[in-house]
């Protein structure tokens, strides 16, 4: 299974439930498409009717769940995450990766931000230091959101679809952060 996770770090909860409505309801209209066109064979074209019915659902069932984590979202190809969540890279997740240098933060304990307030990490090689979600997240093996969308075993979208990845990033919300991995 693949996992990839859209998600805000700045957003209040009552802000989230709006953010992440309209960004299921983005994935919901988006559509692969087969085309000789495309180097990869297909093209993930977003705007097509949604189900209103699906979204309506989909938000329900998050807002229900509410502080309980998605962990490996397993039933739904779109999961809406709300309250407390995280996203994880699971197999061969890592550690945060210094976006100056590309070291990995030494020391990485994600239980500091599990259970507290986003911490400041310092990279052992350059010295760069800043929030933990200010470090390239995008293999890393927990961050923490309020404001969430997971896609399980969607096509890599950053690497496939990158106008639909920067749409999706635009709609979560502020300080919106990306992250795959997989599982199994
Ligand atoms: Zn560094």
Redesign the pocket.
């Known amino acids: 299974m693949f996992l990839q996770y859209y998600f805000a770090l700045g957003e209040s909860d009552t802000a989230a439930v709006r953010r992440v409505r309209e960004t299921v309801r983005y994935f919901l209209g988006c559509r692969e498409v087969s085309t000789a066109e495309s180097e990869h064979g297909f093209l993930i074209v977003p705007g097509h009717p949604v189900d209103h019915g699906a979204l309506a659902d989909l938000m329900a069932e998050a807002v229900r769940n509410v502080g309980r984590a998605t962990e490996v979202p397993d039933r739904h190809l779109i999961t809406p995450m709300l309250g407390f969540d995280f996203a994880c890279a699971w197999d061969k997740a890592t550690a945060p990766v ?1 976006p ?2 590309r ?1 990995p933060l030494d020391g990485w304990d994600e239980e500091d931000w599990m259970y507290g307030a986003e911490p400041f990490e310092t ?1 052992g ?2 010295e ?1 230091t800043a929030l933990a979600g200010d470090w390239d997240l995008t293999n890393a093996s927990f961050a923490k959101t309020n404001c969430g969308v997971a896609l399980l075993d969607w096509p890599n979208l950053w690497e496939y679809a990158r106008e639909v990845h920067e749409h999706a990033l635009g709609l979560i919300g502020r300080r919106a952060r990306y992250l795959c991995g997989a599982v199994g």
């Open positions: 210094c100056r240098c070291t990279c090689s350059c760069y």
